[in-house]
């Protein structure tokens, strides 16, 4: 099965900028609608970004105008561009195709990112 490889995670100190990847095992990330998602310590799995095959981009209202995913096809990743990170923002962030309630690929390791001074 395709696995979602996640990086570029760190710390990073408040008003800080980090730009996670998201890559497949696979050369087939150009045919996926590809969502970015985290989840906090204690908290539930949420929504954070979303990029179309043919590059809309959709945003959760917490990270609006601070976080923009952009995707190169040709390189077989995706990107989550973090500006003005803020200690909410701590998490371990995947990436993923969703296909209805499920996903194509199988869950990767995720890339933790920190904010804190």
């Known amino acids: 099965q395709v696995q979602a490889v996640e990086s570029g995670g760190g710390l990073v100190q408040p008003g800080g900028s980090l730009t996670l990847s998201c890559t497949a095992s696979?050369?087939?990330?150009?045919?996926?609608?590809i969502n970015w998602y985290r989840q906090a310590p204690g908290k539930q799995r949420e929504l954070v970004a979303q990029?179309?095959?043919?590059?809309?981009?959709n945003y959760a209202d917490s990270v609006k105008g601070r976080f923009t995913a952009s995707r190169d096809d040709a390189k077989n990743m995706v990107y989550l561009k973090m500006n003005s990170l803020k200690p909410e923002d701590t998490a371990v962030y995947y990436c993923?195709?969703?296909?209805?309630?499920?996903?194509?690929?199988?869950w990767g390791q995720g890339t933790q990112v920190t904010v804190s001074s």
């Open positions: 993923n195709a969703p296909y209805g309630r499920a996903y194509y690929f199988e």
């Open positions: 696979e050369n087939i990330l150009k045919l996926y609608d």
């Open positions: 990029i179309t095959t043919s590059g809309t981009t």
